[in-house]
């Protein structure tokens, strides 16, 4: 397909009905698994697993996992059980950076942070128990759809290498050390790589690897994760200079972190222009393979077209 005709099939795509359809089924797929957390964790803990968990986000992880099942040839509803797995260490890692010794953040997903409502023991705790409850949903979201239990471990290691300290925490942690410093173009690529990336990569891999994908194809969703990541993070350090609290749903932080952002980097404009070359990037990588997906052709295009 050429580049023209393929940005007319991610225009005529209606992108914003087909998230909030996903949203959705997500979402109910996420009350499933917090009736299974209040059923295991003390009352005390019930609501911040609640609030951390069910509040308005964009579901991108789940989105992007089910995505790339479907367009890997699976067909089962059952995805987003699995798929939820992915926004459970999402809301975790959200609930921990937000608390008084991580980005003290007062605001999330445009309502007050879970440590500020139900305080810092029971969100640090709440936090905590996702990490098992979406270890144990990926495991039985997998087995449910069919998978043989070597592809369900396959899916459970690409979920902890993700989440772990070679994936989000390590990147959490570079990012950490860098407050106050300047970090060189190189090393604020391998913190976002890790922070952000591993995630979004491991949710289209996950996919994939419950749709049976073969090896060719996992590279190329690994290829377009990485370049959407790198294209999150640059819109979302954008958006942090330009954007307002209202729509963010959150406070703009990079500056009173003092953090080395693109922006602070390359300039605006040179920062957006690097966010659409890494779109194009992601884009091609689909092509080369010959998936011709508009969801995921769209995707690629909304990560840095969205406002919040
Ligand atoms: C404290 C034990 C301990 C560990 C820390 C907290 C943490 C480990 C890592 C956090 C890293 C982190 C917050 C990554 C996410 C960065 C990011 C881009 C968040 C925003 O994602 P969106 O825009 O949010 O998809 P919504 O709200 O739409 O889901």
């Not at 409502?117 to 709440?126: D, I, R």
């Not at 409850?133 to 998978?147: I, S």
């Not at 979920?159 to 990012?175: F, H, T």
């Amino acid at each position: 397909m050429s580049s023209s005709s393929e940005a007319q099939v991610a225009q005529r795509f209606d992108l914003a009905r087909y998230l909030s359809g996903e949203a959705a089924r997500v979402d109910r797929a996420l009350v499933d698994a917090v009736a299974e957390a209040e059923a295991l964790v003390p009352a005390a803990l019930r609501e911040a697993v609640r609030h951390g968990v069910l509040s308005d986000g964009k579901r991108l992880r789940p989105v992007l996992c089910a995505t790339a099942y479907r367009a890997c040839g699976g067909a089962s509803p059952a995805i987003h059980d699995l798929a939820a797995a992915l926004e459970l260490i999402h809301a975790y890692s959200l609930m921990h950076d937000d608390l008084p010794c991580m980005d003290d953040a007062p605001l999330r997903r445009g309502r007050p942070t879970t440590h500020r409502v139900l305080g810092v023991e029971a969100t640090a705790l709440a936090g905590a128990a996702l990490i098992p409850l979406a270890t144990l949903r990926a495991w039985r979201g997998a087995r449910a759809l069919g998978c043989d239990e070597a592809t369900a471990g396959q899916i459970v290691l690409e979920l902890c290498r993700a989440a772990g300290a070679g994936g989000m925490v390590g990147g959490q942690a570079l990012d950490l050390r860098a407050e106050g410093a300047r970090l060189s173009a190189a090393e604020l690529d391998q913190l976002h790589a890790l922070k952000t990336g591993a995630l979004l990569t491991a949710s289209l891999r996950i996919g994939a690897l419950a749709a049976g994908a073969p090896a060719a194809i996992l590279a190329a969703l690994d290829a377009y994760g990485r370049a959407i990541g790198l294209a999150f993070q640059i819109t979302d350090d954008v958006l942090d200079a330009t954007a307002s609290a209202e729509e963010l749903g959150k406070h703009p932080s990079d500056a009173a972190l003092d953090k080395t952002t693109y922006v602070a980097l390359h300039g605006l404009e040179a920062a957006a222009a690097r966010a659409a070359a890494e779109v194009a990037r992601a884009r091609a990588a689909l092509v080369e393979v010959g998936i011709d997906d508009p969801a995921l052709h769209a995707l690629a295009e909304y990560v840095v077209e969205r406002r919040r």
